[in-house]
């Protein structure tokens, strides 16, 4: 009975892997809840009553911020939708008495990087066809090239900028376990996928993930080669898409040298449609500063679910989203988002070229979060998801996964605070599966070995 379980579990890897890292994960939305159901049954999981209590509660404060702040309901059932299944995913805990294969681990790993692996190559033959196909218009250096590594994965959401985030994580993983090969490919597609804020996000996730081995004379060769690494990543963007690394370049002094703005003048500017030098994006963080001081009662309630800076605020507001038939029949402004963000981030300023980039756009799981659903229960939220996460570091700090593993987290925190990448499904899912199989089977202390699959 044990193997046919395990033989279920991998299977349901694999289809939920073949999901979340090709074309078809736009469709994810539709089917999450029955997902997170499909796992709690097939890992033998349960949702414990503090669990439910938090569930209810949310429930209820957000019916009661709904009701103070219009009744948006289209908007709330729909965030509360893809927001609560993973939240019941973090708190689900193993059923008692219950057997855990301790090859989930390494399954985990060699299933996924197989499809990763499979995915990577045909995104590498879409780079390889947009290079030659357009060789007389688009060199090697063209911006023509930065979103043609996607492949099987496609182009829908933030397309090849998740799949370079997936290859950092991978990479840097591999690496800890000393697995160069593989690390230096995933390494490799990851660079491919010219995503400039997740490479900068992921060299400060390594420093602060390895901030103890920095002062420690004796972890000072991991740490060379790390960093080392990832410099050699900023060369090679560098050296074969200089207009991108000069974006990068730009992007960090844009926001270096417009600390200090007006936030009424860009807004006006904004609401005109007009460009604008002052990175979008902090004007967004400044105005949700300003908000909170003229509506105090967002500290307490929140908007409601889906009616600020949310994925599903931005799906259902009839401009922005790629899905025709929300874009053609729904029109759910709430007053919040149309005043605060949605000007900021519309069809017609992202025509205008670099407007759409991410310097300018609103997003930001980690403040939707607490503009949504209030500082009290954001930060009731937040707790969650830091106990978890620290809960499965303290288990495995004897490993060789104890840095990946501190990495994942880190990173995952970093671009959820300046994109919405906990609300992206095909992002949050592989990551939530991976804490939870190494939350529920124990580790074994493998620190000295040279291999881990």
Sequence with gaps: MKVRLNHIQQVFLAFLFLACFMFVRKYLILVYPFI??????VFRLRLNRKGLILIFMILGISLLSSLINGLWLVNNVLSLYIFLPSLVLIMAKRERNTFANEAL????????????????FSALCTFVYTHYSHRFVAPITSDLLDDAFYGLYGKYGLG????????????????????FKLALTFLICSILGFYGLGLLLAILSLLVSLRKRILSR?????????????????????????????????????????????YHEEMKKANNFQTTSVPR?????????????????????????????????????????????????VKKRPPYHQIDVFPLFNTIT?????????????????????????????????????????RVIKEYKE??????????????????????YFDLIEYSLPILILLKIYE????????NKVRQS
């Design 36 to 41: 997170v159901f499909g796992i709690i049954r």
């Design 105 to 120: 681990r390494s399954q985990f790993w060699k299933i996924s990087s197989i499809i990763l692996l499979f995915v990577n």
């Design 160 to 179: 090849g900028h998740i799949l370079s985030v997936l290859n950092i994580i991978y990479a840097v993983r591999f690496f800890f376990v000393r697995r």
């Design 218 to 262: 004796g972890s000072l060769k991991v740490v060379f080669a790390a960093v080392t690494l990832m410099a050699l990543s900023v060369g090679v963007i560098r050296t074969i898409n200089r207009h991108n690394y000069d974006y990068i370049k730009n992007t960090l002094m844009s926001f270096v040298d417009n600390a200090s703005f007006d």
């Design 281 to 329: 994006k902090i004007t967004f963080y400044k105005g949700v500063g300003l908000r909170i001081m003229e509506t105090p009662s967002i500290l307490l309630l929140g908007t409601s679910p889906g009616t600020y800076n949310s994925r599903t605020a931005f799906l259902l507001n009839g401009d922005i989203s790629r899905t025709k038939m929300l874009r053609d029949n």
């Design 350 to 390: 992202t025509r205008v070229p670099w407007m759409g980039g991410t310097r300018n756009q609103p997003f930001s799981s980690v403040i939707s979060i607490f503009m949504e659903y209030g500082f009290l229960l954001g930060t009731l939220i937040m707790l969650v998801f830091y106990r978890f996460g620290s």
């Design 399 to 420: 490993t060789l996964d104890y840095y990946p593993l501190q990495f994942i987290l880190i990173y995952t925190f970093f671009l959820s605070f300046f994109v919405y």
């Design 440 to 447: 529920i089977v124990p580790p074994k202390p493998i620190l």
